[in-house]
């Protein structure tokens, strides 16, 4: 699959079977987090065979959004004084997404359903667990969803193709509640203006967007 095809098989999935992860993939994923951790000064971690964490999610009233049947994750950890954690957790956890969904297994990023207390990562004082990607293979490959248009996340009239590609990316990008509460504009050149608007988890967000983004421009961006 190249990565157009992988951005567009990618939708968050809920419910897993019980195949388990071969230690092939497992050993990818860990390389490409070995990878961005000193890079990014982040501590992700892929724990494996740890169902309580969205098992002991909810109960019997909260059943939206709740995972099923899922063991593992990817926990997103960095440290509490960076004021860019939350964005470089949503860019980085997405390189891992997008990695995990060509080797053909499925994901959901999970920031409110599951249950904090029982990740079992290391997370050191001066550390903080961001959220959580639930890992496995779905029962199903999950759903298309309804999306904004380019307008409504543009406020650019003018712009080459390389930016319209970016957009087109940057709209199939997984969000919080999928609010896709962000406004990318063309200011020349390479560089791209990131507006968050607020919503809950949105600089997780624009983490994420911004990689879709780039991935869809073939190139890297200067953001303001
Ligand atoms: C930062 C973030 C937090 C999320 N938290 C949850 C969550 O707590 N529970 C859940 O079921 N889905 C969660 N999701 C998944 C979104 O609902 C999903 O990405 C969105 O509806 C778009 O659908 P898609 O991923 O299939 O494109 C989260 C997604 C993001 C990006």
Not at 60 to 68: P, W
Not at 200 to 221: C, M, N, T
Request: charged share 30%; aromatic share 8%.
């Amino acid at each position: 699959m190249n990565i157009e095809e992988i951005i567009k098989k990618r939708h968050s999935v809920r419910s897993y079977t019980s195949k388990e992860i071969e230690k092939e993939k497992i050993d990818i994923l860990n390389e490409l987090i070995n990878d961005i951790n000193p890079k990014e000064n982040l501590h992700i971690q892929l724990i494996i065979n740890d169902p309580d964490v969205f098992d002991k999610y909810g109960g019997f009233i909260l059943q939206y959004g709740k995972l099923h049947n899922c063991k593992n994750y990817i926990a997103l950890i960095g440290k509490k004084d960076d004021n860019l954690l939350e964005e470089k957790c949503g860019y980085n956890g997405e390189k891992l997404v997008l990695k995990a969904t060509g080797l053909g297994l499925n994901t959901c990023f999970v920031a409110g359903t599951y249950k904090k207390k029982y990740v079992t990562a290391n997370i050191s004082e001066d550390e903080e667990l961001v959220c959580v990607i639930a890992l496995g293979y779905g029962e199903t490959n999950g759903n298309v969803r309804k999306s904004k248009s380019i307008e409504e996340v543009t406020d650019s009239k003018e712009y080459p193709d390389w930016f319209e590609k970016g957009l087109e990316y940057a709209l199939l990008a997984p969000t919080a509640l999928n609010q896709q509460k962000f406004k990318l504009n063309y200011l020349g050149d390479n560089v791209v203006e990131a507006i968050t608007l607020t919503g809950p988890k949105s600089k997780i967000d624009i983490g994420i967007v911004k990689y879709h983004f780039e991935l869809g421009a073939g190139r890297k961006i200067i953001w303001k």
